[in-house]
């Protein structure tokens, strides 16, 4: 088990509570978290580019990658084997509303 595996998320919800300790009862973490969620649609989209990347480096033997099962891992974060609407649903349920202050 790689170590992100256990800390899948947190950084997320650790940035937004600390936007919220900043500004109590307003939107700026819902509008973080909807970045953050625009951000994870771009690299689906462009997932293909970077899985053609990736086998590059592994090929290049860069430490971080050394087999193909690194890219493996990759796919299965950036959830390619779902569709987009389950995504979406996914990344919803799993950062919250966003809200400030129990909103």
């Given at each position: 088990m790689r170590s992100s595996e256990s800390t899948d998320g947190v950084?997320?919800?650790w940035l937004a509570s600390a936007l919220c300790a900043f500004a109590p009862f307003s939107l700026v973490p819902q509008k973080?978290?909807?970045y953050c969620s625009?951000?994870?649609r771009?690299?689906?989209v462009h997932a293909n580019l970077l899985e053609s990347l990736f086998g590059?480096?592994?090929?290049a033997?860069?430490?971080e990658l050394i087999k193909e099962t690194d890219i493996y891992y990759m796919?299965?974060?950036l959830l390619l084997h779902e569709k987009e609407s389950k995504v979406r649903t996914h990344t919803k349920a799993r950062h919250g509303s966003g809200r400030c202050g129990g909103a």
């Open positions: 950084l997320i919800r973080f978290l909807e625009k951000a994870f771009i690299l689906r590059l480096m592994v090929a033997g860069m430490p796919r299965d974060k």
